[in-house]
């Protein structure tokens, strides 16, 4: 690296100081680089965890379906719509329940708030 790094305003925590890079008008903290790089430390170790479990998958796959890397594009393209349509179906009875709970929820609350205007006298 070719910048230069200097100190423009020092504060009590080393890691709030401002420091001014060279080459780029950006003032910054060692503590925002240091945020900085361990998010990027982070998203590099879940990257690598999710590439460990998506290998895992298509071995799993593979073993369990021989040929299954050799799918037509057309038994490929229903093999995902199968899928898609059984996890869409799941979800919209999950949705259909939840609103169904909710709609009642509302009823309830409509009643007891006109129930507490009509003893208050509170027309809110």
């Avoid at 230069?4 to 504060?11: D, F, L, S």
């Avoid at 990027?40 to 299954?68: F, H, M, S, W």
């Avoid at 038994?75 to 899928?83: N, Q, Y």
């Avoid at 009875?93 to 129930?115: D, F, G, N, T």
Wanted: one cysteine or more; hydrophobic letters at 35%.
């Amino acid at each position: 690296m070719s910048h230069k790094y200097k100190i423009v305003e020092k504060k009590d925590d080393i890691n709030d100081t401002i420091i001014e890079k060279s080459g780029v008008k950006v003032k910054i903290t060692l503590g925002d680089m240091e945020k900085q790089a361990s998010q990027v430390r982070k998203i590099k170790v879940e990257l690598e965890a999710q590439l460990v479990v998506d290998k895992a998958q298509v071995t799993n796959c593979e073993l369990n379906y021989p040929g299954i890397e050799n799918v037509t594009e057309e038994e490929e393209k229903r093999a995902i719509a199968i899928t898609l349509r059984k996890g869409n179906l799941k979800e919209i009875e999950q949705y259909e329940a939840k609103l169904k709970e909710i709609e009642e929820a509302l009823v309830e609350y409509e009643e007891e708030i006109e129930e507490i205007k009509k003893q208050t006298g509170l027309n809110g």
